[in-house]
């Protein structure tokens, strides 16, 4: 690759943050309202199998159960509690029969009243509604201390305050998206927002105008022109004007056991044998076809959200870290094609994740291999880069921070993961990443239990800070003290 060096204009670098999906079993705790976040209606006796008949807003028109949430960490306090309609109420922990003081007015028809949850480690809180009229609507259990009119959680307002962008792939359910109609999407006023198309993006709208972030949003891969266009017409309605919205088509399109993925790979593969296709121009073979049409469609989705919003959207082009010369010649493809690519695009974006290929076997051990493989960003990104600047882009990493082998070497990777150690490890390896690049990085992401599919989330508890949440604070302090190129 013969690259060239492009100036682009000066600004601030800045830290994001990926936000996890919303479920019983997050660790957000992002609604104040626990029944947003809760599993789907099932029965009394077993709500976590089987479904009961819902009204159009989703809620239930028979007698129900619900499993609120689950393995909790600190759940403990006195829950607000009350419905439309009448019903024997019963609450359970996986301890036994929970306090509920509950009180019926007739004339309102409105029950009201209160829940104790006891201190426990690890707290799963399950409702049953007996003897209903045809079930009952806007159910509200409210977390403690919550004020009615609140529609976040203090401590998840209190952990996104060190980072300036909120990226909402998580919270959109983007990966094995069934979206197809904006007009059947999410809505505000269902009654969970906890569907296989995640939240509603009024919510993520809110979120961005009431802590002053800007979003970065992804585009459902199945989500046709007409959504897309209402979708940034949404935006352009509701969003504090001062807030730029980066926007991505769907979420890792290279990765098969993404629905996506595949779903991209199976339409780039007709496409080229129907015959006469732009894809297979320049030659490769089918990722290459796929990585065409990934970037077409990026440029399609650019083009009308440059149209409804101008420059406040900035649109990005994901691309498999690693890999500068399959960018490079994709961004000539389009180049070719379309034009030069700055003239669409913000930037390309890759994964900056750091950490063992291989499964220790103690956390001493887990923590040598982080270190062995500290600054990947530094070794891996600068050739990326400069591929983005020579098309005038900007290079951006969408997801990173430390990886985790998975069920492998699992009780090691979790000591390290909660050692001091690790947090400083992160710390080196962002600033490592703003020594390399010039824009965003988007730790993978603020909160999650740790389980056999990884260690992730900064907080594994909102209430306790971690190595590696303290890390991210000292970075975000850092960087508002410096201004770079």
């Known amino acids: 690759m013969l690259l060239c060096t492009v100036t682009l204009a000066q600004g601030r670098p800045a830290l994001g943050i990926n936000l996890e999906a919303v479920s019983d079993w997050s660790r957000s705790a992002m609604f104040q309202d626990a029944i947003k976040s809760s599993r789907p209606f099932g029965p009394p006796d077993t709500p976590w199998i089987g479904r009961v008949r819902l009204d159009a807003h989703g809620w239930p028109m028979e007698d129900f159960g619900i499993v609120v949430f689950t393995h909790q960490p600190h759940a403990q306090g006195i829950y607000p509690l009350s419905f439309t309609g009448r019903a024997v109420v019963q609450a359970r922990s996986d301890f036994g029969p929970l306090p509920l003081r509950l009180s019926y007015d007739a004339p309102t028809d409105r029950t009201t009243g209160t ?21 009952v609507r806007n159910l509200r259990l409210l977390r403690p201390g919550a004020a009615p009119d609140q529609t976040f959680s203090p ?13 909402t792939m998580g919270l959109q359910a983007i990966n094995d998206s069934p979206a ?11 009654a969970q927002q906890t569907g296989p198309e995640g939240i509603c993006l009024e919510y993520l709208i809110d979120l961005a105008n009431q802590t002053h972030k800007d979003l970065w949003l992804c ?38 056991m993404f629905q996506q993925a595949r779903r991209n790979l199976q339409a780039a593969q ?32 650019a083009r009308i959200f440059h149209r409804v919003l101008g420059r406040r959207a900035r649109p990005i082009l994901a691309a498999k870290s690693g890999d500068a010369q399959a960018e490079f010649e994709c961004l000539s493809w389009l180049d070719r094609h379309f034009g030069p690519p700055a003239g669409y695009l913000y930037g390309i974006a890759e994964a900056g994740y750091f950490g063992p290929s291989h499964p220790a076997r103690t956390g001493a ?3 040598r291999l982080f270190r062995q493989d500290e600054g990947r960003v530094e070794r891996e990104f600068p050739e ?14 969408y997801e990173g921070g430390p990886s985790s082998p998975g069920a492998a070497g699992l009780a090691a990777n979790l000591q390290a993961q909660h050692d001091p ?19 965003l990085f988007m730790v993978f992401e603020l909160s999650g239990a740790d389980s056999v599919y990884g260690q992730w989330g900064l907080y594994t508890d909102l209430s306790e800070p971690t190595p590696k949440s303290q890390a991210a604070v000292r970075i975000s302090h850092w960087l508002s003290q410096r201004t770079i190129r």
């Open 219 to 256: 585009v459902p891969d199945q989500a046709g022109d007409p959504y897309v266009e209402s979708m940034a017409d949404l935006l352009r309605t509701r969003l504090d004007p001062t807030r730029t919205i980066y926007v991505e088509w769907s979420n890792e399109l290279w990765y098969p």
């Open 115 to 135: 829940l104790t949850v006891g201190p426990s480690p690890d707290t799963s809180l399950f409702l049953s509604f007996r003897g209903t009229h045809q079930g």
């Open 421 to 439: 150690a690790m947090g400083d490890l992160l710390a080196r390896e962002l600033r490592s990443w703003y020594r390399a690049s010039d824009d």
């Open 180 to 190: 197809r109609s904006f007009a059947h999407r999410p809505h505000r006023d269902d």
């Open 384 to 397: 990326a880069g400069a591929v983005a600047h020579h098309f005038g882009l900007r290079h951006l990493a």
């Open 270 to 301: 007709q496409e080229v044998r129907r015959g006469r296709s732009m894809l297979a121009e320049g030659g490769g073979g089918e990722a290459t076809w796929a990585f065409h049409r990934q970037a077409r469609r990026t440029v399609q989705i």
């Open 155 to 167: 401590q998840f307002l209190a952990a996104l305050a060190p980072f300036s962008t909120l990226r």
């Open 365 to 367: 051990d887990a923590l």
